[in-house]
């Protein structure tokens, strides 16, 4: 070994060792042809194999699963649930997965392997499982690791020994498609609009469940009645009579239109679109699910502060060890939790897309010169064309949902105005920075806190999540703004729950307290005992149901505490309200500014 004496030898020695390694890499470039790095090819998923392949899913609640099942089921698709993600899978999917990559990979790679691990060891060989299942996911790209999830899962299988295991993706940008182009997975109308349908009773399900469960009078009756519901739904789903115009039209009638293409074309899709989401049979099931799910009771005299939850998509989504259990904690820890629909996730979709094209009108099109009036009217025109098909999408949304919130007892929160989020963040968090849900943390933060909505948010994300992380560095000047915000950012990982736990426990303690002043000022308001509230509310069955609709008051965010106020004007005037907990008049006075 050469002896170094001085600081300029080392560096000459460095200088002529990297001259050296360049000078043998630039010989190995010349002496070998180079080819750009092409994607694999993937095995098409054909419609041949249709009744062969199995495709599983996963990563949701598990009311969306249930539904989203039924809607493959009712296009006659073979589907099978990937277990909860726990943190067994988490462990595996590190061990054949990438280092330092987001955790939704690892809990989700790990539980897709785990169960094919389990189909091998139930005697199926890893050429029967490559061949018979493919899983459907969630894909996107930007400048997260969201848009390597993909890769990784394919990774992670080909290091468990199933290389060449198909993945069909739903691309966050691209909309719904199978990376290989397949013709496999088919998505006619009534598939997209049973998947809609799914995802919006799921969300719906979710909230409704979230908000009844705190307050239920026995324990367990709401899983009880939400089991039953969802036992219901499932086979309903699966099992709908899709509409066909010899069905609903006089024979003669039926003959003409299947007689002419174009009409029977414009026929069936109309028909379809208008029984699927509102149509009798939908009608029917929400009416159902709303009459089970009236049969539990509810005490909404109980205290409890109102937790918002926000996040990464699958952190704050997944109801497993990949957000360390939170909702069901918090519920124990006596919080009503209020969560986070997919729908929400969607309608920011919608926006942005809206938006950018709004921001890049004259970069996608070439603007006209001043005195080209002709021109700039028919750009002006194409431009706000297409921003109107936008606009028509997300109020068709919007009202889709509050269908659904009506069909299913009013009582469940509407989807939320994008533009007021936007403009809400855009002061702290730019609105056209990209990256998982982008402003959104921010502009629902202050959101919940300006308006009332929440004693305190909970934004949860994988260890290490860019977009998340970002926002988490906002937040701080955001709280300085919004002194009364209580803010809790949360890390999920495979481990650090007693942690997370612990922080969780020591915010929710501020939470309860004001939760706790707010009812006491409510209740007080009122001149009145709680002792005399509890005995007219146990004299009246209908304000121990779970959809008696509770008016929101201005600045009270508590259910107890708007319930008290509620119950003390139905106390002084019983005439003003009708069934249900409508006002047939709106009182006036101190009392709706109580608090």
Same mark, same amino acid.
């Given at each position: 070994?050469?002896?170094? /004496?001085?600081?300029?030898?080392?560096?000459?020695?460095?200088?002529?060792?990297?001259?050296?390694?360049?000078?043998?890499?630039?010989?190995?470039?010349?002496?070998?042809?180079?080819?750009?790095?092409?994607?694999?090819?993937?095995?098409?998923?054909?419609?041949?194999?249709?009744?062969?392949?199995?495709?599983?899913?996963?990563?949701?609640?598990?009311?969306?699963?249930?539904?989203?099942?039924?809607?493959?089921?009712?296009?006659?698709?073979?589907?099978?649930?990937?277990?909860?993600?726990?943190?067994?899978?988490?462990? !595996?999917?590190?061990?054949?997965?990438?280092?330092?990559?987001?955790?939704?990979?690892? #809990?989700?790679?790990?539980?897709?392997?785990?169960?094919?691990?389990?189909?091998? *060891?139930?005697?199926?060989?890893?050429?029967?499982?490559?061949?018979?299942?493919?899983?459907?996911?969630?894909?996107?790209?930007?400048?997260?690791?969201?848009?390597?999830?993909?890769?990784?899962?394919?990774?992670?299988?080909?290091?468990?020994?199933?290389?060449?295991?198909?993945?069909?993706?739903?691309?966050?940008?691209?909309? !719904?498609?199978?990376?290989?182009? $397949?013709?496999?997975?088919?998505?006619?109308?009534?598939? &997209?609009?049973?998947?809609?349908?799914?995802?919006?009773?799921?969300?719906?399900?979710? %909230?409704?469940?979230?908000? !009844?469960?705190?307050?239920?009078?026995?324990?367990?009756?709401?899983?009880?009645?939400? @089991? %039953?519901?969802?036992?219901?739904? /499932?086979?309903? +789903?699966?099992?709908?009579?899709?509409?066909?115009?010899?069905?609903?039209?006089?024979?003669?009638?039926?003959?003409?239109?299947? *007689?002419?293409?174009?009409?029977?074309?414009?026929?069936?899709?109309?028909?379809?679109?208008?029984?699927?989401?509102?149509?009798?049979?939908?009608?029917?099931?929400?009416?159902?699910?709303?009459?089970?799910?009236?049969?539990?009771?509810?005490?909404?005299?109980?205290?409890?502060?109102?937790?918002?939850?926000?996040?990464?998509? +699958?952190?704050?989504?997944?109801?497993?060890?990949?957000? #360390?259990?939170? #909702?069901?904690?918090?519920?124990?820890?006596?919080?009503?939790?209020?969560?986070?629909?997919?729908?929400?996730?969607?309608?920011?979709?919608? =926006?942005? *897309?809206?938006?950018?094209?709004?921001?890049?009108? =004259?970069?996608?099109?070439?603007?006209?010169?001043?005195?080209?009036?002709?021109?700039?009217?028919?750009?002006?025109?194409?431009?706000?064309?297409?921003?109107?098909?936008?606009?028509?999408?997300?109020?068709?949304?919007?009202?889709?949902?509050?269908?659904? !919130?009506?069909?299913?007892?009013?009582?469940?929160?509407?989807?939320?105005?994008?533009? $007021?989020?936007?403009?809400?963040? @855009?002061?702290?968090?730019?609105?056209?920075?990209?990256?998982?849900?982008?402003?959104?943390?921010?502009?629902?933060?202050?959101?919940?806190?300006?308006?009332?909505? *929440?004693?305190?948010?909970?934004?949860?994300?994988?260890?290490?999540?860019?977009?998340? /992380?970002?926002?988490?560095?906002?937040?701080?000047?955001?709280? /300085?703004?919004?002194?009364?915000?209580? #803010?809790?950012?949360?890390?999920?990982?495979?481990?650090?729950?007693?942690?997370?736990?612990?922080?969780?426990?020591?915010?929710?303690?501020?939470?309860? &307290?004001? &939760?706790?002043?707010?009812?006491?000022? &409510?209740?007080?308001?009122?001149?009145?005992?709680?002792? %005399?509230?509890?005995?007219?509310?146990?004299?009246?069955?209908?304000?121990?149901?779970?959809?008696?609709?509770?008016?929101?008051?201005?600045?009270?965010?508590?259910?107890?505490?708007?319930?008290?106020?509620?119950?003390?004007?139905?106390?002084?005037?019983?005439?003003?309200?009708?069934?249900?907990?409508?006002?047939?008049?709106?009182?006036?006075?101190?009392?709706?500014?109580?608090?």
């Amino acid at each position: 070994m050469v002896q170094l /004496s001085s600081r300029a030898e080392v560096e000459r020695e460095v200088e002529r060792r990297v001259n050296h390694e360049r000078r043998r890499l630039e010989a190995e470039g010349r002496a070998s042809d180079r080819v750009h790095f092409r994607r694999p090819a993937e095995r098409p998923f054909t419609a041949a194999e249709r009744d062969g392949v199995t495709i599983l899913l996963g990563g949701l609640t598990w009311k969306h699963e249930w539904l989203i099942r039924s809607a493959f089921q009712s296009a006659s698709y073979k589907v099978e649930l990937l277990p909860t993600p726990d943190v067994a899978s988490f462990q !595996i999917g590190k061990q054949y997965g990438n280092n330092g990559q987001c955790n939704p990979t690892y #809990f989700m790679g790990g539980t897709l392997i785990s169960f094919l691990q389990r189909l091998e *060891a139930d005697g199926l060989s890893r050429r029967e499982i490559i061949d018979k299942y493919v899983f459907f996911t969630a894909g996107g790209c930007g400048p997260c690791r969201f848009g390597m999830y993909e890769a990784e899962y394919r990774l992670a299988l080909h290091n468990a020994g199933f290389d060449g295991f198909r993945i069909l993706l739903f691309q966050q940008d691209d909309g !719904i498609k199978a990376a290989s182009g $397949e013709p496999g997975l088919k998505f006619t109308l009534d598939f &997209a609009l049973g998947a809609f349908n799914a995802l919006t009773f799921g969300d719906v399900l979710n %909230d409704v469940s979230r908000q !009844i469960r705190p307050y239920e009078a026995t324990k367990g009756d709401t899983d009880r009645g939400f @089991h %039953d519901v969802m036992d219901r739904l /499932s086979v309903a +789903f699966r099992d709908r009579r899709m509409f066909h115009v010899s069905d609903r039209a006089p024979a003669w009638l039926a003959r003409r239109i299947l *007689a002419r293409h174009a009409v029977e074309s414009l026929t069936h899709t109309t028909g379809k679109i208008v029984d699927h989401l509102w149509g009798r049979q939908t009608a029917s099931w929400l009416r159902e699910a709303r009459e089970r799910l009236a049969q539990i009771e509810v005490d909404r005299l109980r205290v409890k502060p109102i937790v918002k939850v926000t996040g990464e998509f +699958f952190a704050q989504t997944t109801e497993g060890d990949g957000n #360390f259990q939170m #909702f069901d904690f918090l519920e124990r820890e006596g919080a009503e939790v209020l969560v986070e629909p997919i729908a929400n996730w969607m309608m920011y979709l919608l =926006w942005q *897309a809206k938006a950018n094209r709004k921001d890049r009108k =004259w970069l996608d099109m070439t603007k006209p010169r001043p005195w080209e009036l002709q021109k700039r009217v028919r750009a002006e025109l194409k431009f706000r064309r297409k921003q109107m098909l936008f606009g028509v999408g997300e109020r068709l949304c919007a009202h889709l949902y509050r269908r659904v !919130i009506n069909g299913l007892g009013g009582i469940a929160h509407p989807l939320l105005d994008m533009e $007021e989020l936007a403009a809400l963040a @855009h002061p702290y968090y730019h609105s056209f920075a990209r990256g998982g849900e982008g402003h959104l943390e921010v502009g629902k933060t202050i959101y919940y806190t300006i308006h009332k909505k *929440a004693h305190m948010v909970v934004s949860l994300k994988p260890f290490g999540c860019m977009p998340s /992380s970002q926002s988490d560095g906002v937040q701080s000047a955001v709280m /300085s703004h919004f002194p009364d915000m209580i #803010f809790l950012p949360i890390e999920t990982s495979g481990e650090g729950e007693i942690n997370a736990h612990s922080r969780v426990q020591m915010a929710l303690g501020e939470a309860k &307290a004001k &939760a706790k002043i707010e009812f006491q000022q &409510a209740l007080e308001s009122t001149g009145r005992r709680l002792e %005399d509230i509890q005995s007219y509310v146990a004299d009246r069955p209908d304000l121990r149901r779970p959809f008696y609709r509770v008016p929101h008051r201005r600045g009270v965010i508590g259910t107890a505490a708007n319930f008290v106020l509620h119950v003390s004007d139905r106390m002084k005037s019983p005439g003003l309200f009708a069934i249900g907990g409508s006002k047939r008049e709106q009182p006036s006075g101190a009392l709706g500014r109580a608090v």
